[in-house]
């Protein structure tokens, strides 16, 4: 066993000898080529660093605050809207009252 494994070695020595350069040269890039595709693949699979993971949560909590401020401006819209037609009813039926078009007991609610 042991002198097959030496026949086998002095075999390959051999061969590696009477390689020629252009031979030994492509080999060696080969060689390198996979080193470097071995180094993507393992950058690849690293977990991405910490700056690009709180940009990302940057960016999630920056949606929910627009978001929100959007939701708070509408419902203060809303808010307004609500607070301004009450008022213009309100001044509609003192104008009808100042002016006598109506007295306050027939102004219906609907006429506002």
Avoid: W
């Avoid at 020595?13 to 390689?19: G, L, S, T």
């Avoid at 080999?27 to 393992?42: C, N, T, V």
């Avoid at 690293?46 to 959007?70: A, D, E, F, H, Q």
Wanted: aromatic share 8%.
């Amino acid at each position: 066993m042991i002198q097959v494994m030496k026949g086998s070695y002095h075999y390959a020595r051999v061969q590696a000898y009477y390689e020629s350069e252009e031979e030994k040269r492509h080999r060696k890039a080969q060689f390198l080529i996979y080193k470097m595709m071995e180094k993507a693949d393992s950058v690849s699979k690293r977990p991405p660093p910490l700056k690009v993971r709180v940009c990302r949560l940057r960016v999630k909590i920056g949606r929910k605050i627009r978001r929100l401020r959007n939701k708070m401006q509408f419902a203060a819209y809303c808010i307004k809207v609500g607070i301004c037609g009450q008022l213009v009813g309100q001044l509609k039926m003192v104008k009808r009252v100042l002016l006598g078009r109506g007295d306050i007991a027939t102004l219906s609610p609907a006429s506002y």
